[in-house]
Each structure stands twice: as structure tokens, then as C-alpha cells.
């Protein structure tokens, strides 16, 4: 099984600023890492697929980028809405794994 | 718009079944290319993929639950299930259901129901 291991644990950001998140991989995972929020008391809503493709509705914001076992998250600048825990799934081997979340919270 | 709502009991006591029904709405489970899926949160902590079912009939489940779990198909009302038998406190979770693509064993998943806490408690 492949674990995701994300950083930080918590990121204090203020609002307007850039918030960047990171994922590692055990093994390569190609392109094949999504990205989701969850805000407090939701259901996680996905953000960008195949490393680095926004979901539909998803703000342009919110980028992704990397391959293999290194990816990123950023987002450009922080809105109050994006204070939430961010959470990297691979599923390039079964079963798909998620990482243990990063919480972005207001500075 | 696609939409799924989970529901069944809140509370389930140990040794006991657990089970759970998710009804979509926006898409039709008879469809190809998805793949209906469950997942689950232990309180406070990350996330955990429990399996999946593709229209055919056809599941797929993570090697940690299998011996306990089965999930089930109702396409003529749109709807997915989960059983989970011999529960224990350390099922306790909120339940996800959510649409899985794009390719059987590599699932991304999209969108997710509303999530629903089940306690496993006497």
C-alpha cells in the first residue's frame, strides 16, 4: 500500500496571501493524485485531478502541480472560504490512499 | 447536477451489522465509467476507501475490511448499499458514498454525499 505523507501538519496563513501544501508518495504515483477540501463538518469536494487539473467549478486559484512521488497544492491567494483541511489522494495502485491532511487556518 | 445522500442507523451496537444505503440522484448507476463507491472517517482522522461496485455487479473491496464487508446494487432505484457485519467500536466513523473515476482500481472520487456518523456502541 502507498502512503501519502503531507506537509505541514497546519498552515497558518493570512488572508490574500499564498498558501502552499505538499504531498510525498512512497512509490511513483505518476500523474494519478487528487486533491480535496473539507470544510468543517462537509464531505471532502475534489479540487484537481491527474495532478494538476481543476475540477469543474473549482477557482483558478487553486493550482496543482508534480509527478511521480513530489506534488503541491497552492493556493494564490487565500480566501476566508479556503480555510479548511486539504487531503491528497493517490489512486494510480489500488487501493487508493489519502493522506493524513493539511489544516489551513486563518493567521 | 449529481448528487448522493446516505442513510441508515445512527447507532449500531457491536457484533451487529451495519448498513447503509446511498441514493444518487443526477446520474443514473446503470451508466458505465462510474464507480459507486464507500468511504469512511474515523473521528479526527484522515480517510479511508472501503470499496466499490460498478454497475455490472462487480466489487471490489480494501483487503483490511473484506472479510466483513459487501456491497450491493439496486439499479432499478438508483441506489448502493454497504453491510459491514461484527461491528466494533473501532467502526465508529462518518460514512461517505461517493462516484469513483475514471478506471476501475484507480478512482478519484466525485462528488461525495453529505456523509453520515455511524456509533457503534451498547
Known amino acids: 500500500e502507498i502512503v501519502m505523507t503531507q506537509s505541514p501538519a497546519t498552515l497558518s496563513v493570512s488572508p490574500g496571501e499564498r498558501a502552499t501544501l505538499s504531498c510525498r508518495a512512497s512509490h511513483s504515483v505518476n500523474n494519478n493524485l487528487a486533491w480535496y477540501q473539507q470544510r468543517p463538518g462537509q464531505a471532502p469536494r475534489l479540487l484537481i485531478y491527474?495532478?494538476?487539473t481543476r475540477a469543474t467549478g473549482i477557482p483558478a486559484r487553486f493550482s496543482g502541480s508534480g509527478s511521480g512521488t513530489e506534488f503541491t497544492l497552492t493556493i494564490s491567494s487565500l480566501q476566508s472560504e479556503d480555510f479548511a483541511v486539504y487531503y491528497c489522494q493517490q489512486y494510480n495502485n489500488w487501493p487508493g490512499t489519502f493522506g493524513h491532511g493539511t489544516k489551513v487556518e486563518i493567521k | 447536477q449529481v448528487q448522493l445522500q446516505e442513510s441508515g442507523p445512527g447507532l449500531v451496537k457491536p457484533s451487529q451489522t451495519l448498513s447503509l444505503t446511498c441514493t444518487v440522484s443526477g446520474d443514473s448507476i446503470s451508466n458505465g465509467g462510474s464507480y459507486w463507491s464507500w468511504l469512511r472517517q474515523h473521528p479526527g482522522k484522515g480517510l479511508e476507501w472501503i470499496g466499490y461496485i460498478y454497475y455490472s455487479g462487480n466489487t471490489y473491496y480494501n483487503a483490511s475490511l473484506k472479510s466483513r464487508v459487501a456491497i450491493s446494487i439496486d439499479t432499478s432505484r438508483n441506489q448502493f448499499s454497504l453491510n459491514v457485519s461484527s461491528v466494533t467500536a473501532a467502526d465508529t466513523a462518518v460514512y461517505y458514498c461517493a462516484r469513483g473515476k475514471p478506471l476501475p482500481f484507480q478512482n478519484f472520487f466525485d462528488p461525495w454525499g453529505q456523509g453520515t456518523l455511524v456509533t457503534v456502541s451498547s
Open positions: 491527474a495532478a494538476s
